[in-house]
């Protein structure tokens, strides 16, 4: 058996010897460079482009911009914003007279900083840097806009101001989840080619289908390839369409030859589109007891300068009350577009946002009854007993024990001595926790092919991975299913020419889709072997078995390897939901030095539910990564703007994030509460790292501190000042 096992990833050995496949390593005979000339201005008028002297520099071949674009009758991006199963939120972008069009070099004005406004291509990429050098543009600098796009309310709020009405004690408090990059390994990167054959982007992405279809749309055929080899990580953005990787496919079409760009680390900061950015005001009401009466909330979302996507609000609405049963709820989700890059889905994607609020509320009430923070926590806890129970927000919850994964977390972080530990600390020590469910849907449609070909078992899949694994994990399952070694197993993904569809890598839902598919094909393939078998044997179907990868006539040494049925093939298509909630909690303990401010997380646990993990190994790796973000946006992460919305973080010098050095040895448990939502009980563990951590780790600073709360992140300097108000 395979699945359950810790197996090392089979893709590491590629990867970690220098043999991966990424976009910028691929060459193309006759290859152009294209580089972007990019918008000093967060907002502005574009007078005029000045780029006569650049055109007659040495190599260059084009100086394409947003006129050019227009005058070849190509449309702006059509991002559709809207989550596909969220039937209330209905306002798009294209639908508001107030949003401009997001096209792919700006035409008339620019709408944030780094927003591409011309592109050069020429022979090298040294000529195609210089070119731009000179290029002037005349801008008329605009007054910084904001603009309402979404305005949406959900639950009772009679009811709920009753419910506060009546409370005891009503506690509330703002909060922001600031903006945050995305900080991935590789830098983003296109390839465009246009021949004979039609046109091919090769670029790194969480889903070439969805990229094939808007491009399509966008070039008005369907002569349309996507290939996305491995990608150095995505965590929600790049499942999106960007300008780039429109532009170069345009020019490779104007020039009759391939076009190639690689973003700088300088560019990704200005304008890789960017994660959170919420403004949040919360009061949460409990009776004497600590039971929750009512919850109000207001969710402003700041979407950026074009509308990619509404997926974060409507996640934080989906998630809202979270683990805990809250009678009376009202909420208010707004969202505005703003002079900023855009800001998308970036891991957990509204989650994390929702359990801040809610578990940091939770302290706070705790603090004003003199109560202990776990038994708050107790006392509102969805408990087994309440199953299946639908939250206010319509969430169904068949599975979960989040008093359980709560009660071990504190055990194993040694809650019940704590209070010892921090009386012997010789700096201000803290403890956090926060409890967590997930709601991961995603897109609703996957396939799956299975085939028999070269002595191998080859799996199709529309979901690609972006670092998680998918080559292991996908063929422990396969092998299992099949009763195959599993170095017989091969996964083949990323390119449209063979993906026939898929919903991409994203919300958790990649491992759940294809495991249900796969136990499905699986049955599908051996059926179907068993009646090529029993043909070529001379036998009834019903006489021939299968064991260990072989068909075999019942009593007899007959046999043919499922391994010889070459061009046996199956597959399966899905397109639907697969409802799921992964769930646990996660504890920290810091210090913090007293003199400097600076915070050391001592001990960080987490106990995850992610139903049956198929490799444990890879799960941690997940969590781990999904701990790290968490930490370094409550720490360390966030975009700084000044007063006219110039990036003041735009590098990795200005730009803190967490390092190996900033973080402790994570202590990892897995449990699991069955669900019944799939054959092989998969929940999901991609996000569950990140969505408790920035409230655990605040919980904890504010236990330390003493104080009710502070803002993320909470560098060096905002706890230094934090503690010296409290003693002022």
Sequence with gaps: MYIGRPLPRVEDDRLLTGRGSYTDDQAYPGQAWCVFVRSPHAHARVVKILSEEARHMPGVLAILTGADYAADGLPPVDHVPNPLDMHDITKRAFDNPRQAPHWPLARDKVSHVGEPIAAVIAETLEQARDAADRIEVDYEPLPLAESLCLDYAFGDAAATRGALARAA???????????VVNCQMEPRSAIGVCDQQGYKLVTGCQGTVLLKAMLAKIFQTEQMRVVCGDVGGAFGPRTYLQPEQIVVLWAAKRLGRPVRWTSTRSEAFLADFQGRDAAIQAALG????????????SLRSNLGAHTVSFVPPANFRNILTTVYRIPAVSLRVQGVTSNTVPAVPYR??????????????????????????AEIRRRNLVRKSDLPYRTPMRLLFESGDFAGYMERALEIADYAGFAERKRKARRRRGLGMANYVESPVGAPRERIELRVTQGTIEIIAGTQSSGQGHETAFAQVAADQLEMPI?????????????????????????????????????????????????????????????????????TDRAIALLDLAELAVEEDFNGRIPAHPGGCAVCELEVDPDTGAVEILRYVTVDDVGQAVNPLIVDGQ???????????ALMEGVALDAAN???????????????ENLPSFETALAEDPTAGNPLRIKGGGEGGVVPATAAVINALCDALGVDDIAMPATPQR??????????
């Excluded at 004690?169 to 903006?179: A, E, K, L, P």
């Excluded at 449209?496 to 994203?506: E, L, M, Q, R, Y």
């Excluded at 969590?623 to 946006?633: E, K, L, M």
């Excluded at 110039?646 to 190996?660: C, E, I, K, P």
């Design 646 to 660: 110039q990036v003041l973080t735009g590098s990795f010098m200005d730009y803190g994030f967490a390092r190996a």
């Design 348 to 373: 957990g994607a509204g989650r994390p946002e929702a359990h801040h609020v809610l578990e940091r509320l939770l302290d706070l009430a705790a603090r004003r009854l003199k109560m202990d923070r």
């Design 623 to 633: 969590t781990h990564g999904g701990i790290a973000q968490g930490i370094g946006q």
């Design 169 to 179: 004690h009503v506690v509330q408090h703002d909060f922001v989840s600031q903006r």
């Design 487 to 555: 170095e017989k197993i091969r996964l083949r993904t990323g390119d449209t020419a063979f993906v026939k569809s898929g919903g991409g890598t994203h919300s958790d839902r990649s491992l759940r889709f294809v495991s249900t598919l796969l136990v499905a094909a699986g049955r599908q393939l051996l059926e179907k072997g068993r009646q090529a078998a029993a043909a070529k044997m001379e036998v009834a179907a019903a006489d021939v078995v299968y064991q260990q990868g072989s068909f075999r006539v019942a009593g």
């Design 719 to 728: 706890v230094w000042s934090a503690m010296r108000n409290r003693q002022a």
């Design 286 to 297: 409990v009776d004497a007891d600590g039971r929750i009466l009512g919850y109000e909330v």
